[in-house]
């Protein structure tokens, strides 16, 4: 992006601590390079499109015999604010595609999350349930989610990125399960463009494990849009360079519910879970898929590690001891 910032700064000076003076300098005019591109503008889709893809989703489907392809959504919240927690949940109540429900894990100490969904913009649209009550009748899968649901999980206690998340998995009923950031955003076309490539790869024969979609970051109020990743097609020896493949990702659900998310590696979960995806497959070029085009709104803002890595250091060296694990 090219912005001279307070972010920007602590970034540079962290990277200089990690890699010293002469990796530093490479990377310094690799962004001053950056900076003489033009500069990057994020263009919602066309209402005419978004039309199109409500009046036409059914359409998808009625290639099999089997009803279309449903989506769960886990987010595990904690401490969300108010704003972020509403932006999500409209991001996904605008979807073109509305065979998705949403699964909030919340570790929340208090009830404040709680209280936004029972007083807030969603009344009666809520599903309330507690961690251990139910979750095993919630993991036999329904041929086709009635449209977009909230389901909402109280845990007991913050065990963690991974493991909040790994109590949300039994909930899952979708064929396929998207991970989404507690603030962060989806474009109304995401699910939409994730079942049309599903169907595609169907149609060839192919049954795709996990598919993912490029992504930027935006600014805490949406009000900015920087730092697209354009991402390859499935390239094994980048993804042992870093998780390039990120946001946004969708994932066969029995293989997610089987594989799990291991807190060992918190703050590197998806990066582990991917990598232990990938060892089993036969052909990554077949089973993966990669939708060029911007799914996902990574927002920054301090506390987030997609302004300021710093805020979660322990990510790195989870991520380094994934790579070492695979």
């Not at 989806?186 to 079942?195: C, F």
């Not at 799990?260 to 898929?289: K, T």
Request: glycine fraction near 6%; aromatic fraction near 10%.
């Amino acid at each position: 992006m090219g912005r001279i910032n307070g972010a920007n700064l602590k970034r540079t000076i962290y990277y200089l601590r990690r890699n010293g003076l002469l990796n530093t300098w490479y990377a310094v005019r690799e962004r001053l390079a950056e900076r003489k591109q033009p500069p990057y503008i994020w263009c919602p889709p066309p209402e005419t499109r978004l039309a199109e893809q409500r009046a036409g989703w059914e359409r998808i489907g009625q290639s099999r015999e089997e009803a279309p392809i449903a989506f769960s959504i886990l987010v595990p919240v904690y401490r969300t604010k108010p704003e972020h927690l509403r932006d999500l949940l409209e991001s996904l109540g605008a979807q073109t595609y509305p065979q998705w429900e949403v699964i909030l894990a919340d570790a929340t100490e208090d009830d404040s999350v709680e209280r936004i969904l029972r007083v807030g913009c969603w009344p009666g649209e809520v599903e309330f349930s507690s961690s251990g009550q139910g979750s095993t009748a919630a993991q036999a899968p329904s041929p086709a989610l009635a449209g977009g649901r909230i389901r909402y999980i109280r845990l007991e206690k913050n065990a963690g990125i991974a493991e909040n998340t790994n109590q949300a998995l039994p909930y899952a009923t979708g064929d396929y399960i998207g991970l989404l950031d507690h603030d962060d955003i989806l474009t109304p076309d995401a699910l939409y463009e994730m079942a049309a490539a599903i169907e595609q790869e169907r149609g060839r024969g192919l049954d795709p494990a996990f598919l993912y979609s490029d992504e930027d970051k935006c600014n805490g109020d949406r009000t900015e849009y920087f730092e697209p990743n354009f991402k390859e097609d499935f390239n094994l020896d980048l993804l042992l360079s870093n998780n390039y493949i990120c946001h946004f990702l969708v994932m066969k659900r029995e293989l997610m519910q089987e594989l799990r998310f291991r807190p060992a590696y918190d703050g590197a979960q998806d990066y582990d879970l991917v990598l232990r995806v990938v060892d089993r497959l036969e052909d990554g070029r077949q089973n993966v898929v990669h939708i060029p085009k911007v799914l996902y709104h990574w927002r920054c803002h301090t506390g987030s590690t997609a302004e300021n890595p710093e805020s979660k250091r322990y990510a790195y060296e989870a991520g380094r001891r994934a790579l070492q694990d695979f």
